[in-house]
């Protein structure tokens, strides 16, 4: 069966940290691209981070430049999200998500289910 499962969100005083996991399992991961997206109230889905198949080269969206981190290890099947410097407007449900193309050339996306991260004092 495939599955995306996070671990637990928490509440996080406004400049500390929190490192989200997810662990797959019934699918390919080191095939996939592994992003984070996350969900805040009354706005747009917005990716978080991006990391390739193989690791390398990542991606954050400019909001969480420098101070989030996304890595993987294909051993473990899991994705990590370090979030540090957090601030009042990262509150969101976050999620994480594999994304491929396969042979057909037909996009395959899977979702794991949201955690909610909540920054405030």
């Known amino acids: 069966q495939l599955q995306l499962v996070a671990s637990a969100g928490d509440l996080v005083q406004p400049a500390g940290s929190l490192r989200l996991s997810c662990a797959a399992s019934?699918?390919?991961?080191?095939?996939?691209?592994i992003n984070w997206y996350r969900h805040a109230p009354g706005k747009e889905r917005e990716l978080v981070a991006r990391?390739?198949?193989?690791?390398?080269?990542?991606n954050y969206a400019d909001s969480v430049k420098v101070r989030f981190t996304i890595s993987r290890d294909n051993a473990k099947n899991t994705v990590y999200l370090q979030m540090n410097s957090l601030k009042p407007e990262d509150t969101a449900v976050y999620y994480c998500?594999?994304?491929?193309?396969?042979?057909?050339?037909?996009?395959?996306?899977?979702w794991g289910k949201g955690t909610l991260v909540t920054v405030s004092s």
């Open positions: 998500n594999a994304e491929a193309v396969n042979y057909f050339k037909e996009r395959l996306m899977y």
């Open positions: 019934g699918f390919s991961f080191s095939s996939y691209v």
């Open positions: 990391i390739p198949s193989a690791g390398g080269t990542t």
